[in-house]
């Protein structure tokens, strides 16, 4: 009830200005994000590399439907690119194709995905195109299926446990020699497509996992991002690797800036490979909200401390 609610808000342009102006929101989000700018950002890098971490940056921002917003994200994330060739840190990129003119036309989003993946490839870096709600996912995959077939192998696409279609999606990406991020989902989705428990959801995920880690699958080029803060798919998934003995090269773990830090220190330890995902800038409303909603004790601490006030 809470999660539907705070995944409205996300999209509510009403809700947006209101809450992006409490300070204890703002306090909140920074928790999980670097900061405004990229010079904010390439410090989290620093630090984490520092730490033995790889990083994935987001430059945040979606649900753009006019092409000079579209085109000016492009850019940044040229931008971007550039810095981290320059500055010789450890990190690739993630995206979000709504940011880059989907809601326009697939021909602007294309252009520009092209754009990022040229330069990308200049830098010998790796793009991974996020996944967004699930009217977007066809599509999604068309891009990713478009690039591919035009050369460009260092881009990778975000699979999302919790819809039905995921399985066969995964089957297809594995054969492909794809590279792929799961996850669980973080979207409001309909009961006809997505399963509505967590159960369900969390038992898709460690499916999914062994399903897409096989011998098979690595030779032909197929990379698992393990991105989850759940201790049980951790566990879940290297019991698998350790029990078919899949090689290092074909998997690493991932999760989030800000969450479980612990954790994520204690999978660095224990010889895995983790890539946390950064995000920066101005727009962290959406994102923010989507992270409220997948822990709601975050709403009551916010609640409390404005109160409080
Ligand atoms: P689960 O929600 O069960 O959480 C497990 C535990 O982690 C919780 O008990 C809690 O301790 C902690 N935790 C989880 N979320 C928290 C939060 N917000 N605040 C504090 N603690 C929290 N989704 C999507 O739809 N499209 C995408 O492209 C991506 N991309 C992506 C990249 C990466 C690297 C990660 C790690 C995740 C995503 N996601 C995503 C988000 C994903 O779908 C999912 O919503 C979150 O990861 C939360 O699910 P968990 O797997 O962590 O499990």
New binding site residues.
């Given amino acids: 009830m809470l999660r539907s609610l705070l995944l409205y808000l996300a999209q509510a342009t009403w809700a947006k200005s209101w809450v992006m102006r409490l300070g204890i929101a703002q306090r909140t989000a920074y928790r999980?994000v670097a900061g405004d700018t990229l010079d904010d950002a390439m410090i989290v890098v620093r630090n984490l590399n520092q730490k033995g971490m790889d990083v994935?940056l987001d430059y945040l921002g979606e649900s753009v439907f006019d092409e000079a917003s579209a085109r000016e994200a492009a850019d940044a994330y040229v931008t971007m690119l550039d810095c981290i060739a320059a500055e010789d840190v450890n990190a690739t990129a993630?995206l979000?194709l709504t940011q880059l003119g989907l809601g326009v036309s697939e021909a602007l989003c294309l252009d520009n995905l092209r754009r990022i993946l040229t330069c990308a490839r200049g830098h010998g870096n790796h793009i991974t195109i996020?996944?967004?709600g699930s009217d977007t996912t066809d599509a999604t995959l068309d891009v990713f299926r478009t690039l591919r077939a035009e050369g460009f192998d260092n881009v990778g696409i975000?699979i999302?446990a919790?819809l039905y279609r995921s399985d066969a999606d995964l089957r297809a990406l594995a054969a492909e020699g794809s590279f792929v991020?799961l996850?669980?989902?973080?979207?409001k989705e309909p009961p006809d497509r997505a399963f509505a428990e967590?159960t369900d959801v969390?038992a898709n995920?460690v499916h999914l996992t062994q399903q897409f880690l096989s011998a098979a699958h690595c030779e032909q080029g197929a990379y698992l991002?393990i991105?989850?803060?759940?201790?049980a798919?951790i566990r879940a998934a290297q019991a698998h690797i350790r029990a078919q003995s899949i090689p290092s090269t074909c998997f690493e773990f991932?999760?989030?800036y800000?969450?479980?830090a612990r954790l994520q220190q204690q999978i660095r330890d224990d010889g895995y490979r983790i890539?946390?995902?950064v995000p920066y800038g101005t727009q962290w409303y959406p994102y923010f909200m989507?992270?409220?909603?997948?822990?709601p004790?975050?709403v009551w601490f916010i609640l409390s401390n404005f109160f409080r006030r």
Avoid: P, W
């Fill in positions: 999980f994935t993630s979000k996020d996944m967004e975000v999302q919790y991020r996850c669980k989902g973080a979207y967590k969390d995920y991002g991105a989850t803060h759940d201790e798919m991932q999760m989030l800000g969450i479980r890539r946390l995902y989507r992270r409220l909603a997948e822990r004790a975050n």
